[in-house]
């Protein structure tokens, strides 16, 4: 199973940025998908989450922001994020957690100027 990431780039503060992580391969009981990102010389953080159910959870920093979502028959979990701001400038991770392992997607770098 491979995660596949992108979308990311660079955008003007309060501009907008849509994320993808496509799924390779089958993946068995997925518990949760998540994405995290990691800003140059910070620990790597979680931002969002959704559940198989379609529950949804962000952190408070993103919260009102970002929206997570997922298209089952593409395999693939989304992250809409509007009104960037520069500290939202990191590489953005997606993780998914299933029954047999975790699996995660290689990055993609979102940068937002001021």
């Known amino acids: 199973v491979q995660l596949q990431a992108s979308g990311g780039g660079l955008v003007q503060a309060g501009g907008s940025l849509k994320l993808s992580c496509a799924a390779s391969?089958?993946?068995?009981?997925?518990?949760?998908m998540r994405w995290y990102r990691q800003a140059p010389g910070k620990e790597r953080e979680w931002v969002a989450a959704?559940?198989?159910?379609?529950?949804?959870s962000y952190a408070d920093s993103v919260k009102g922001r970002f929206s997570i979502s997922r298209d089952r028959a593409k395999k693939t979990v989304y992250l809409q994020m509007n009104s960037l701001e520069p500290r939202d400038t990191a590489v953005y991770y997606c993780?998914?957690?299933?029954?047999?392992?975790?699996?995660w997607g290689q990055g993609t770098l979102v940068t937002v100027s001021s």
């Open positions: 993780n998914i957690e299933a029954v047999y392992g975790s699996y």
């Open positions: 391969g089958s993946i068995i009981g997925i518990k949760v």
């Open positions: 959704i559940l198989p159910n379609g529950s949804v």
